[in-house]
């Protein structure tokens, strides 16, 4: 991702719910995302990758990619959606 003029280079993230709903932290809890552009990516495992290597077995098509996101400094409780297609039997 690359930050704002002058912001400091802090990527966000954040756990969804059951809902699918989700806030992004950078520094503390909630607290949203420095200006800037960023690259989403979202994972949903139904079996993590193993500490030794192992591949994981994803619920998100390993090809899926969102479009990237701007955040300007004036922007306040963004909403995003985004439509992610579900891997056939949860492979990926």
Known sequence: WTPAEGMPRRP???AFDATGAFTITSFAEGDGLVPGEYRVVILCWKTPP???GEPG???VPADYS????QIEAQDRNVKLQFDVP?????KS
């Open 12 to 14: 966000g993230s954040g």
């Open 50 to 52: 193993g500490s030794e």
């Open 57 to 59: 077995e994803s619920y």
């Open 86 to 90: 579900r891997t056939k039997a949860g």
């Open 66 to 69: 969102p479009e990237n996101i």
